[in-house]
């Protein structure tokens, strides 16, 4: 392989600080990036969203059984519903 010349070296160096710099500044929008997702002593939006799928999963359950009661009580209201009143005795 053929030594480089001085163009060929300055050319490489040149490429190279380019190539750092891109690197450096890539990585500033990263950590930007990161503390927006994870949160800098403040919740994060990874933080809000799993807090947003929870609440949605309770809001599910609380559906879930609303309809569970209320099918039960359709399916078997008619036969309860003079316990209920007090007038089953």
């Known amino acids: 392989m053929e030594p480089l010349t001085k163009e060929q ?3 490489i160096v040149a490429d190279d600080l380019q190539f750092r710099l891109h690197v450096m500044e890539s990585l500033g929008e ?3 990036d990161m503390r ?3 949160g800098n002593g403040q919740p994060g939006r ?3 969203l ?3 799928v929870e609440r949605h999963g309770w809001y599910i359950a609380l559906a879930v059984g609303g309809v569970g009661v209320l099918g039960f009580l359709i399916s078997n209201g008619i036969t309860l ?3 209920l009143l ?3 005795k």
């Open 86 to 88: 007090g007038s089953g």
């Open 36 to 38: 927006s997702l994870v």
């Open 50 to 52: 799993e807090r947003r």
């Open 46 to 48: 990874m933080d809000k």
């Open 81 to 83: 519903l003079p316990t």
């Open 9 to 11: 070296s300055d050319i």
């Open 30 to 32: 990263l950590r930007t």
